[in-house]
């Protein structure tokens, strides 16, 4: 296979076909295995935009994931993504407050700071350092046709797309390779920023080579799709903030009812579970299931007749009763933000650190030590 710059944007474009999705998926369940067998061999490293309060999506979709990693025993390192809040908006917005917000989400579901380091872009001038030379190792056209991008893109609706929102994906390589991460925990959405990524790896160890001769600067960083990759929101859309269908994971019991209440169902009072011909009351289904560990047929079968009403009242128990533990360590958490802070400093620290000694070994290899 050649390498040659402009032959990317296909492979990128095609990350999300579905044979490669089965591809990645059938990997994920292989690399469990591994990690269930020896977890030494990865270092996890995955994060979020600080956009919002995380919500049900990210945690089914991910966040659940983290944390049975990083219990697992794999070295977890969890960004969160301040610079890309800026790919599609104007402006950081109240930023310290969803900074403290994400560290309070972050640390109530269990993402443990003696295991996991968490930190922010920002506070790490070596990661963004890195995006100089990776930008020279991709073409516009690639990232052109980068279909997250364009996604963004078009989701933004007139606004013009920005050097940063063009890019991103090559500073999302940095935010991975920076602490030579060989497993990212996402959603499918994500699978060509990945690809990028080991293009962008590949393509350093074949332009400015190596320190070692035995091995690349980079490794080659996989996927890993969680199971239950996504939970849609109240309307059967995809979960989303902007689309005002969403369930935060730090939202009361009260709220959590409400928002219930107003979610989306069809008009057949008897309840089964069939994802192509009824998504709406479907994903709510799913919604229990996640949060109850019974099977999405019986929850169905168990409902018959009761109706969207009937449905959504076990929604709203099911999630107020998966939640409410760590829904109460958040509250906690959320009041003490010094403490917030100090873990956020920390983990800026060990992620100065990483991605320091890798900048070393790029200056080295670019033969730019001085
Ligand atoms: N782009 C991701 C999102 O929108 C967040 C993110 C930033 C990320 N850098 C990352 C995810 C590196 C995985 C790895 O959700």
Redesign the pocket.
Known sequence: MTDQPQDAGDELAASTSDASLRRTEARSAEIEAQIAKDPSGFRV?????PTGNLHLG?YFG?LANRVRIQDAGVDTFI?I?DY?VITDRDGTGPIQERVLGMMADYLAIGIDPAKSTIYA?SAVPSLNQLLLPFLSLVTDAELRRNP?VKAELEATGDRPMSGLLLT?PV??AA??LFCK?NL????K??LP??EQ?RVVARRFDERYGRVDPSRPIFPQAEALLSKASTVLGLDGTKMSKTKGNVLEIGMDADTTARLVKKAVTDSDRNITYDPVNRPEVSNLIMLVSLCTGQDPVEIAAGLGDAGGGGLKKLVTEAVNEFFAPIRARRVELAADPGYLMDVLRTGNAHANEVGDATLTEVRAAMNMTY
Do not use: E, F, K, N
């Not at 490293?45 to 935009?49: H, L, Q, S, Y």
């Not at 990212?184 to 959603?187: L, N, Q």
């Open positions: 490293m995955t994060g979020d935009r990210h991910s960004l993504a890309q872009h997250t991103y500073h999302q935010d991975i991460a990212v925990p996402v959603g959405d994500q920023h990945l990524t």
